[in-house]
């Protein structure tokens, strides 16, 4: 009896303390180039939202925003000039930048990703692997110029 | 006098049903341990995670943070979706039907609602060398929502015969997808078709491997 009573507590605290998997919406994209660095949470572009608005050629074409996750290297900076959301985002077409909760509204710590990508789905994760063989590779030649170094001494 | 009678007859059953308990925990105890330890990796289909909620909203969609205010202040994707036309993947929502059937009225300028989109209707053939259907890409729906200068010449040279891909490149978000897969409909099962729709030649075969070629199998 007690034990089953406390295996559904801890469960259930489990459940509460235990990061929740990402369901977020198709194309949600995460963007935490330097917003975690300032203290700020990281912001959540919901492509959906924008698209049922404008189509792609907008942003992507006029705007000039890289079809990449966090490759537009945005900073707040160039939103006040004008620049990226701030060609909207300025008070006129849709709502200003001293809204900084509705953008900035991601879990802190969350990386730059796009949810719900194929890459994201794919079961082992090669893509990783490469990059983590790369590390290796160059661990690798830091520790041989080390073991360089040290006769010479 | 008839309070204790009562007291003793609860104290008595607790302690009855206490005793149950423990019988019953050693019991189970003595059942587990004639069990032999079985891994858990052999659970059934281990890999395969299936999502349960579909179009969850921002407060529950694992991304945002439920302590700001403004998470909360956020429009629920589901929403906006009401009346679309939907699909298996990807938004759940066939975002083309929409647009054709007039559901939906996206600018293509940012301050003109009234600009019209240039759309180009020509369809590209592109032979498959595998036994899959061959792959039509059709410029329409892509120059509803797109301008040429998104995808040439950076993504694809305008030029027949120039574009070398894969599936493997696309999965990995190179050619194709760096929309489909991200934005657009995804790469899955349900979603082959989507493009290798045109069927091969009724006297196709597929080409054979060199090695088999130069050492068959007797």
Request: aromatic content about 8%.
């Amino acid at each position: 009896m007690f034990r089953s009573v406390i295996i559904g507590l801890l469960s259930v605290v489990a459940v509460l303390i235990l990061p929740p998997s990402a369901k977020a919406e198709y194309a949600d994209v995460v963007i935490n180039n330097y917003a975690d660095a300032a203290g700020m949470r990281p912001v959540v572009f919901p492509h959906w939202y924008h698209r049922i608005r404008f189509r792609c050629k907008v942003c992507h074409a006029d705007l000039g925003f890289e079809f990449k996750a966090g490759g537009n290297k945005i900073t707040m900076a160039k939103i006040i000039d004008g620049q990226f959301c701030g060609a909207c985002h300025n008070g006129e077409i849709s709502w200003s930048v001293e809204n900084c909760g509705m953008c900035h509204s991601g879990i802190p710590g969350t990386p730059t990703s796009i949810h719900g990508s194929t890459v994201q789905r794919l079961v082992a994760p090669t893509y990783k692997a490469l990059e983590e063989k790369e590390k290796a590779k160059e661990k690798e030649k830091e520790t041989e110029k080390q073991k360089e170094k040290v006769p010479q001494k | 006098m008839i309070m204790k009678k009562y007291l003793f007859i609860i104290t008595a059953l607790l302690l009855a049903v206490m005793l149950l308990g423990t019988v019953a925990t050693a019991e189970e105890k003595k059942q587990e341990a004639k069990k032999p330890a079985v891994s858990s990796a052999n659970v059934f289909n281990r890999l395969l995670k299936k999502e349960k909620t579909k179009n969850a909203a921002p407060a529950e969609d694992g991304i945002h943070d439920v302590e700001n205010d403004n998470t909360h202040a956020l429009q629920p994707p589901l929403i906006a979706y009401e009346g679309l036309p939907t699909t298996e993947f990807g938004n759940y929502v066939d975002w083309v039907k929409a647009l054709n059937d007039g559901l939906l009225k996206p600018r293509y300028d940012l301050a003109d609602p009234a600009v019209q989109p240039l759309i180009m209707d020509l369809d590209i053939v592109r032979e498959v060398k595998a036994s899959l259907p061959d792959v039509v890409f059709p410029h329409k729906p892509h120059t509803q929502w797109l301008h040429c200068s998104n995808c040439h010449p950076k993504i694809f040279a305008p030029q027949k015969n120039a574009n070398v891909m894969s599936m493997s490149a696309i999965l990995l978000g190179q050619k194709c997808g760096v929309c489909h897969g991200k934005v657009s409909f995804p790469v899955t099962t349900a979603t082959c078709k989507k493009c290798h729709s045109k069927a091969k030649p009724a006297d196709w075969t597929p080409p054979q491997s060199e090695a088999s070629v130069k050492t068959p199998w007797r």
